[in-house]
């Protein structure tokens, strides 16, 4: 009979009591109880974080290994994994099954986390908020279709989904589907035939809310418009609800029939802004407590912090605020300041670096714009590391005008950029400084950006 990984990881497990101290088994080894999965000859040990699963990698693994090798003819090794690795990998599987479920009308797809409960309301979103939780509870007869917009991460789907449990729970005799447009596209193509593209729209004709993300996914579909817009033709006519979202407002619709977008007019249309600081800290607020059971574990200086540094999106602000949580478990850390900067350190992007700023934001952000268009640089670039000479001459000239224009200190201006030293910023202006006193190039480009963010070139 095969032996199992769980039966030989006990085995070795009595082995390495016997030849290691006590404290380095105590501490790396003892907790290991739980073999993940087994294949390819590999043998996934879970372990508690990744403190413990780098040490193992970096101290222990070939030991293992050869510890391993008395067990089994062909070579086998150890692979390690955290419990949180785990964790996502089964989500990510979770996610795949719904979508593969698609095709089933009476499965709805809709994520149970995304409830009115669990969507923190503010400025941004107040409106679209209550009148989603009208259209909820009232259905088709307060507006059809909802159309709701808005940047990417800022809730669309969420509050969409919110509305579709909303239903099933209130309603349970109604059916409803959530789809996704991209999804939507891929069913149609498949079908292939007349035959197939009626058993396709005939699985639609018994829903009573049909929900419809990222519409936006229609354009230059043409055949699939067509499709669609009978769906809803039909929803629509028998008074059945239709919720969309799009990352553009309807008149914004490129390449799609002017009938279908014209249509998505009709009934409301709801928009979701970017939310201000102090929602984005109830939001951060509310997350941490569904992250972890005691919330008090975190500062409010930190929550500040990461409030101030994501600023544009909140699927970005959530995925801060677990990674901060994260690396400070993980390498049992304080949870201060110091160390959420340290864990944030390369994932705060080009918009919170400026937006952390001192500075006037928009007129710094119109600036990276500015200079971006001008020189054909892309902003990221201008922010990078990369040595190539345009790229670092245009980089430099954001330094000089920060300096002189928005009086940032060479320090500050080093942060924004990557964290260079305030030396190689001084330096930096003072190529620019002394090339723009003569007539030239560099004076010419001085004049033309600084006129093109609307500044006069020759004010002080
Ligand atoms: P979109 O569809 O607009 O790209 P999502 O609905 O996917 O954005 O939202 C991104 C993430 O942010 C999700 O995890 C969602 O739960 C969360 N989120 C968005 N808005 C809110 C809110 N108002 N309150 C709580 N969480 C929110
Ligand atoms: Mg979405």
Redesign the pocket.
Known sequence: MEITGIEVWKDIKIRLKEELDADIFDTYFSGINEVYKESNNLIYLIVDNLFIKTRIQNNYISRLNKLLSDYYAVAHSFMLVTKNEVEEEKEKKNLETERNNFSKVNNSGLNP??TFS?????DS?RFAHRYATLVADQLSTVANPVYIF??????????MQAIGNYILESKPELSVLYIRTQDFVEEYVKCGSRDGYDKFSAKFENIDVLLV?DVQFLESKKQCQLEFFKIFEKLTGNKKLIVL?SDKKASELREIMVRLTSRFEWGITLD?NK?DKTHRIS?LN??LKQETPNPEIMPEEVIDYIATVCESN??E??GALKRVLFYCEAFSLEYNLENAREALKNVVSFAAAVGNSIAPTEEIKKMFSVISTYFKIGQDDLLSNSRKKDIVYARQMCWYIMRTKYDLTFQKIGDIFNGKDHSTIMHGCQIIDSESKHEGETKKNVENILRKMGKDPNAV
């Open positions: 986390n995304y669990t969507f923190v309301v503010g979103n808005g940047d990417v991460g800022l809730g669309k789907t969420h509050l993300d979202t979701i939310p939001i509310a997350k909140i699927r602000l959530e």
